[in-house]
């Protein structure tokens, strides 16, 4: 079904990027590491979404919405890195906020209860 390949799209795209932001991070370009990070929490975050509400949303905006208003610890931790993103586009970024953004993938992944079906994931950050 649709649902079926959106749900694996969506984990194999959350570990792309979370393997390419841990490449990048090695290589210290942390820009594209911080970048890749949040691709990687926007996989989950639709994850979480489409297995609770049974669809993905198609923008931020709607993902940020649904999060906000039915997710609220994870529209805090999302919307709390936020900033560090977007700040890839004019600021340095440091070591400092990859692991910030790391943090928030575990924490994220632990209020989702994706844990144990990303343990070997985790791992690796």
Known sequence: ????SNESELISGFKEFLEGGLDEE?????????TAYFKAITQVCDLIILRKKGYAPSSHT???RILEEEFKL???SVDSIFKTYRDTYFM???KESCT???????NILRIGELEKE???TISKI
């Open 62 to 64: 709607e993902r940020f």
């Open 26 to 34: 090695k290589k210290a370009r942390y820009k594209l590491a911080v």
């Open 118 to 120: 990303f343990k070997e």
């Open 1 to 4: 079904t649709l649902n079926m």
């Open 100 to 106: 910030l953004i790391k943090n928030e993938i575990k």
């Open 74 to 76: 994870i529209y805090t």
């Open 92 to 94: 340095p970024i440091t």
